[in-house]
């Protein structure tokens, strides 16, 4: 895996830095140059690293208020539908009406978090492009080092600034420990 | 490090200074490999004998809460010696006892997380896993409540064939959207969190099976900061829409009671109170239930004294709520105008048939958390247990104090008996904690325990600047050296 002179263009290069602070000034790099497929992973989230990879806020919070309004209206036109028009049960004394309101508070709270949640878990499978459960990267001993203590940067080959000598020199210049060029799954 | 240097001359991280330095949240300088180390072992390695001997027992316990419940509902309500003033008695005691445990793992994994209390890291899983638990036994008592346990559905607002729906007004509908919500957002909650770590059970697997099921449930998480950024303002805003939400619940419990007209329940101090209390109550089972389980496997570095020592606080502080409440109940009763209210409270703690359990609620309550006021006692890892244990039997008094005592004396005489409960009612709450003890070792086998890539992040050197400022001082000191 690790003889790139002989095999095709590999599917990216996994570089395994010291420790955090490494990654973070290595990540600074490759922003700099200017690669746009590449990421960093981490066995938890890196403070600071959205900065140092140049990426913006995340949009999430958009789909989220999205689902808690349609929890809201949801609420909203379930119970005064129901109470309103379809089956008003005028007990302990109250109507269905503006001066009652107050008791429709509670599920009009519980129906926005609730779609809210919603929104957060779905919301979030679909920005990050989960579940996947197959993926190049997988191939690699290296990579799977994120999950316990690696810091592994990753420059995917479909980069136009991509070469393979290039790039590999590139993470040897920036202080990658540890090199391995992935392939991609026989098809 | 030199006393002479300051922070304005020479960029120091401030937590680097002496004096100001806090204690570590992981001790013994853990490696991160360490870290996984530990929790996923106890995942992947054979459990102790005593996690046999309490699961055994435990099983059966939960068999007997199935069988209870089959009794129950081949049988009919009438089984649960229901035909007394006080109808539910224990059933609705215990829904409380246990919705009210289930609010620790909330508070802890999103009121925690939103006021940036870090030590969370270390027991924000577990809580989380026993806050389910203990929703779902809960859970149980409402569900076989409506007597017809197969017409349980009506409780859900869906079109049904006599054109019936809810009446939203009722506190027991918001009671239904209310608890229904809260457990669909810690399962959301509980599972996002686990998502990284299930990644990691999946990259240490070595059988097949292990293999194929944590790397189903970790959904192919690759742990890229791509991912991580969303999944971090993910996990933020189920945090700040889980916060309302547990002082909510507890809320439209209270209100199942503060909105009817009976004396004894009718006061506006119901919510805080309850929320109080059942933040109080939820600790106490934390404490319960980790105490022994850092001890079983080795997780002393990580669920420090100084983890147990900040539960011992907020222990100590809303256990002091909740006696500020209970006395400002008193108080409220003999100020105001309501005899009735007046007549309620005389029964409470002087005449009435549960005066007993009152002042067991008072003691374990209000008066045994004070001894944490001493830090001593709160480093001290058997009192803590023992006054844990006191604050989870006093919590169970407090429902049975509200519950019973108000509704075994009514307004007419013709309503007035003593409640006891039936030989079912004690099983099936025994059942309930063989239910809750069965999950949670479950939850013990095959899922970390602790937060693995939290507790990560909370080490000095996962700080992407710690390297830059350990390059700083080394050059400093040699520089006085020099």
């Not at chain 1, 690293?49 to 208020?65: E, F, I, Q, R, T």
Request: net charge neutral; aromatic share 16%; hydrophobic share 50%.
């Amino acid at each position: 895996m690790s003889d790139t002179k002989t095999s095709p263009i590999p599917f990216a290069f996994v570089a395994e830095f010291e420790n955090a602070t490494e990654l973070y000034h290595a990540a600074e790099h490759v922003r700099d140059e200017g690669f746009k497929r590449w990421d960093v992973h981490t066995p938890y989230p890196v403070h600071g690293m959205d900065h140092a990879m140049g990426l913006g806020k995340s949009w999430l919070s958009a789909l989220v208020l999205a689902g808690g309004t349609t929890g809201f209206l949801t609420a909203l036109f379930l119970q005064f539908f129901t109470q309103g028009s379809l089956y008003p049960t005028i007990v302990q004394g109250k109507p269905a009406n503006l001066s009652t309101i107050p008791a429709f508070f509670p599920v009009l709270f519980e129906l926005t978090i609730l779609f809210s949640a919603f929104s957060v878990l779905f919301g979030l499978l679909i920005v990050i492009m989960l579940p996947r459960w197959n993926h190049p990267l997988f191939n690699s001993e290296l990579f799977k080092k994120f999950s316990d203590d690696g810091f592994i940067l990753v420059i995917e080959s479909r980069n136009r600034k991509f070469d393979v000598e290039g790039t590999r020199a590139f993470l040897e210049k920036i202080g990658a420990k540890r090199i391995e060029a992935v392939e991609e799954d026989p098809v | 490090m030199s006393q002479t240097v300051t922070n304005a001359e020479h960029n120091v991280h401030p937590s680097d200074q002496e004096g100001i330095a806090r204690e570590p949240l992981v001790l013994n300088n853990r490696s991160m490999s360490w870290i996984t180390n530990r929790i996923c072992g106890i995942v992947e390695n054979r459990q102790p004998l005593i996690w046999w001997i309490l699961f055994v027992p435990s099983v059966l316990l939960a068999g007997v809460l199935g069988f209870t419940l089959v009794y129950l509902v081949s049988t009919g309500v009438g089984i649960w010696g229901n035909n007394q003033p006080v109808a539910w008695g224990w059933a609705i005691v215990n829904f409380v006892f246990w919705i009210g445990i289930g609010h620790a793992g909330t508070l802890i994994s999103a009121i925690l997380f939103l006021t940036r209390q870090k030590w969370r890291t270390s027991v924000n899983r577990a809580s989380e896993a026993m806050t389910l638990f203990a929703v779902v036994c809960a859970g149980i008592y409402p569900g076989f409540h409506v007597g017809r346990f197969w017409m349980v559905w009506f409780l859900a607002p869906v079109p049904n064939a006599n054109a019936i729906w809810q009446n939203f007004k009722s506190p027991l509908l918001w009671d239904v959207f209310a608890v229904s919500t809260y457990f669909t957002v810690s399962v959301i909650f509980w599972y996002i969190g686990l998502i990284p770590d299930l990644a990691t059970m999946r990259d240490r697997a070595v059988t097949k099976v292990r293999k194929f099921l944590y790397g189903l449930f970790a959904l192919g998480w690759r742990g890229g900061n791509r991912q991580w950024r969303h999944y971090e303002m993910g996990y933020l805003l189920l945090a700040a829409l889980s916060t309302p939400l547990v002082l909510s619940v507890h809320s439209v419990v209270s209100f199942d009671f503060a909105t009817s007209i009976v004396p004894g329940w009718h006061t506006t101090i119901f919510p805080p109170y309850f929320v109080a209390g059942a933040v109080f109550g939820g600790f106490a089972m934390v404490l319960t239930l980790m105490l022994p389980v850092r001890k079983l496997y080795g997780l002393e570095d990580m669920i420090t004294p100084k983890h147990i020592d900040n539960m011992a606080k907020i222990i100590l502080l809303t256990g002091t709520i909740v006696g500020y409440a209970y006395i400002m109940e008193l108080f409220i009763s003999y100020y105001g105008a309501n005899k009735f209210e007046k007549d309620a409270f005389h029964l409470r703690i002087l005449s009435g048939h549960y005066t007993w359990a009152y002042f067991c609620m008072f003691f374990c309550n209000v008066i045994s958390p004070q001894i944490f006021w001493f830090a001593k006692m709160r480093k001290n890892l058997w009192v803590v247990f023992i006054i844990a244990n006191f604050v989870n039997a006093g919590m169970w008094f407090e429902r049975f104090v509200i519950i019973p005592t108000s509704v075994s004396m009514d307004f007419l005489p013709g309503q007035w008996g003593f409640y006891s409960p039936s030989i079912v009612e004690k099983w099936m709450f025994l059942g309930t904690f063989g239910l809750f003890l069965s999950l949670f070792l479950l939850f013990l086998r095959f899922l970390p325990v602790i937060a693995i890539s939290e507790v990560k992040g909370v080490l000095p050197e996962s700080d992407p600047h710690h390297h830059d400022w350990e390059e700083i001082k080394a050059r400093r000191n040699a520089a006085h050296r020099g």
